[in-house]
C-alpha cells in the first residue's frame, strides 16, 4: 500500500479498493486505463483528490448514491487543502477538479470482497464498541485497546472505517496509533508525503 491508497482508504474504504493493484503513472489528467492508475504531477493532496474523483465518477450511480457520505469527506478534505498555505499550490487543481480528470472507463467495487473483508474485522468492532462503552474515560480506552496491535494497516484502516460516527473513529485512530506499530509508521508516511 503506498500512501496515495492510504489517503483515499483514510476517508473511504471502499473507493480505495478499485486502485489496489494499479500501476502509478503521472499524466496531465488523473485517469484509470486498464490496470493503470495515471495521475497529474502533483503533491500528494491533489492525487488523493483527483483519484477519488475519478473513481467515483466512473462508479454506476447506485454506487454512487452509496457512497455519498464518502465523496462528502473528500469534498471536505479539499476546503481543508485550499484553506491552508499549500492551497496556494494547488489551487488550480482543486478550484477547477474536472479539468484535470477523465472518466475512460465504468469501475466497479467488489462488495462481495469489502462484505470478505468486513466481517474478519467486525469482531474487533465489536470489542471496541463494548469496550468504550465500559470505559469512563479516554486514557483507560486506550490503554485497554492494546489488542489492535494485531492488524495488519489494511485491516486497521478498514476498521477505522467502519467505525462510523467521528468520534469512535477518532478513538479508534488513537488507539490505533498507541498500540499499532504498522498503522503508526504509515501514517507518519502519509502526513510526510502530504506535507511535500
Known amino acids: 500500500m503506498d500512501e496515495l ?3 483515499i482508504k483514510s476517508m473511504s474504504y471502499p473507493l480505495g479498493m478499485p486502485i489496489e ?14 490496470d493503470t492508475l495515471v495521475v497529474p504531477e502533483a503533491p ?8 477519488a474523483l475519478v473513481v467515483f465518477a466512473s462508479l454506476d ?3 454512487r448514491k452509496r457512497l455519498s457520505d ?17 492551497g496556494n499550490v494547488v489551487g488550480d487543481y482543486l478550484r477547477e477538479p474536472w479539468e484535470y480528470i477523465r472518466v475512460e472507463t465504468s469501475t466497479a467495487i467488489d462488495w ?4 470478505r473483508r468486513e466481517e474478519k474485522v467486525r469482531p474487533y468492532l465489536k470489542r471496541i464498541v463494548e469496550l468504550r462503552e465500559r470505559t469512563s474515560d479516554r486514557s483507560e480506552f486506550l490503554a485497554k485497546a492494546d489488542f489492535l496491535s494485531e492488524l495488519s494497516v489494511e485491516d486497521a484502516l478498514l476498521l477505522s ?35 511535500g
Do not use: W
Open 21 to 34: 493493484n494499479l500501476r502509478r503513472e503521472r499524466g496531465p489528467v488523473a485517469t484509470i486505463s486498464g
Open 112 to 115: 462481495l470482497e469489502f462484505e
Open 5 to 7: 491508497e492510504f489517503c
Open 161 to 195: 472505517y467502519l467505525s462510523g460516527e467521528a468520534g469512535l473513529r477518532e478513538l479508534v485512530n488513537a488507539a490505533l496509533g498507541k498500540h499499532n506499530r504498522d498503522f503508526r509508521g504509515m501514517v507518519v508516511r502519509y502526513f510526510k508525503a502530504l506535507r
Open 61 to 63: 450511480v447506485v454506487d
Open 44 to 51: 500528494l493532496a491533489v492525487g488523493c483528490y483527483l483519484t
Open 70 to 86: 464518502d465523496y462528502q469527506r473528500f469534498e471536505e478534505f479539499r476546503l481543508k487543502i485550499l484553506g491552508s498555505e499549500l
